[in-house]
């Protein structure tokens, strides 16, 4: 409610409660509002109509990226309304593959500051910083430090753009609360000297810090959250190698966090796999699985897969020699001495290996998973392999964004003959194949962390595990009718977005109380409570 002392002016200049030509005649006597804006007086279905015809006049997806940038700025509820009106038409633009040029771009684009930038210049002054947020309750921090965006590696504080896209699916796909929600970079410096010297680069010019400082940085980031929040949710998102998998261990169990990287493209791309099994009538304790990238996303996937093999019946050492990796180094084997923790832990007993392409045919993957964000790298030999092993070979090459991606949908359908079970990270567009129209599928995370965001929200987790992403896998993979798996479809149409976010959040809901993992007692009815918590965007009124 406006303060008795607030302008009509300033309540148009709040994002958070604008609801422009939608504000009643009543509203527009009562707040100072008469002639600030048209005569028409529109319901939020227009006015969504109107932003519909704005990004179709707009001549490419980074021009749609802005118009929707500006209009999360000056109305949020509307924002989110068109993202739920038509999410496969608008996660593209607001999230991947569009969020990967406009990060690349976004000192150029920046025209409002969104959440919480953090310098390490301020080290010491973090929980000041973050009493300056507006909402006293934050559910859910996005938070990068924009060390490895996407495929695009160290983009510095211009990875904003990563946050801000994040928490706009956690709205726009599975209903949390977008007042819950706050995005935040750690501006720890950049290593790229392009944005260093740029003109527009919005973050510290200075390198990145040494490890002791890096950590210090980080643990005092953390208990800030902790004493302002204690109920908040922290993802992490888009850390490099050397810093991802060490932070989920050090604060896994200490608050609810998890790495959408490491823990939710391992929830997709298993859901990938189970659909794919449904569709070979096979089970996932039956598959062998070859992944090119063992960064920490590739790891994270091979591990949750192990994990889904045992839960199939697998013995934990037939589930290991089920699921190799490669890095640009060879084979991850037990032997090498150039591994990380996490690295190791996926290694198999094996002899060096250095030809992927020639390994396919001694292993015999049923399944290759690329995550290595180099394009072509599953090149016309790696799919001649793999179809020589397999009469419908399983191809998911999921880096990000487009351009990095291992192979396209019309190189893996044609090197098949059509009849390859295929997932990308990036949308691929329709393609025809003897005569018949080819929508491929992609395996995105959207369809898996907005949905543990609802989770989370409605049972007030306090901890995330392992077993949650596996039962999102399995839940998403339960959401695909007959008519999408005849398709060949691996996930449900994006259409279906805050459908099959609210059915994966329930199971993972149920797998939280299951676990323990909050004080909440758990409701009668566990699936209305969660569809009760799911928020839909539309306009309050304003008196």
Known sequence: ??????????????????????????????????????????????????????????ATDLARYVLLAQLMDTDETLFHAVLASAPEKMLPIIYTPTVGAACEEFGHLLRRARGLFIPITLKGRIK?????????????????????????????????????????????????????????????????????????????????????????????????????????????????IHHAEPLLEKYRNRLCCFNDDIQGTAGVA???????????????????????????????????????????GCTEEDAASRVAL???SGLLTKDRDDLSDFQMAVAIDHEPASDFAQFITSFKPTAIIGVCTVGGAFNEDVLKAMCAVNDRPII?????????????AEEAYAASDGTCLFASGSPMPPLEHEGHTINPAQGNNVYIFPAMGLAIYATEAKHVSDEMFLRAGQALSHTLTEEELALGLLYPERSRLRESSLHVAIEVAKQIFAEGATDMDEPDDIAAHVAQCMWQPQYEPAI
């Not at 302008?7 to 030509?21: I, V």
């Not at 005569?39 to 704005?54: D, G, N, P, V």
């Not at 750690?186 to 919005?202: A, C, K, Q, S």
């Not at 699985?289 to 889904?308: N, Q």
């Open 1 to 58: 409610m406006p303060s008795p002392t607030e302008t009509g002016h300033e309540l148009l200049r709040d994002p958070a409660r604008n609801k422009g030509t939608a504000f009643t005649e009543a509203e527009r006597v009562a707040l100072g509002l008469t002639g600030l804006l048209p005569a028409a007086i529109e319901t939020l279905e227009e006015r969504i109509a109107r932003i519909h015809w704005q990004l179709d006049a707009c």
């Open 128 to 240: 000041e910083i973050l009493g300056n947020w507006r909402q006293p309750d934050v559910r859910f921090i996005v938070v990068t430090d924009g060390s490895r965006i996407l495929g695009l590696g160290d983009l510095g504080a211009n990875g904003m753009g990563i946050p801000i896209g994040k928490l706009a699916c956690y709205s726009g796909a599975a209903g949390v609360p977008a007042d819950k929600t706050l995005p935040i970079t750690l501006d720890v410096g950049t290593d790229r000297d392009e944005l260093l010297e740029g003109p527009m680069y919005i973050g510290l010019r200075q390198k990145r810090p040494a490890e002791d400082e890096y950590y210090e940085f980080l643990e005092e980031f953390i208990t800030a959250v902790e004493e302002t929040w204690p109920g908040c949710c922290v993802q992490f998102e888009d850390f490099n």
């Open 270 to 312: 298993v859901g990938g796999l189970y659909t794919a099994c449904r569709a070979k009538g096979e089970t996932i304790g039956q598959q062998r699985v070859l992944f090119l990238g063992a960064g920490s996303a590739g790891c994270g996937i091979a591990s949750l897969i192990e994990k889904a093999m045992v839960d199939d």
């Open 326 to 328: 490669f890095n640009r």
């Open 396 to 408: 998911f090459p999921y880096s990000n964004p487009t351009s990095h991606s291992e192979c396209t």
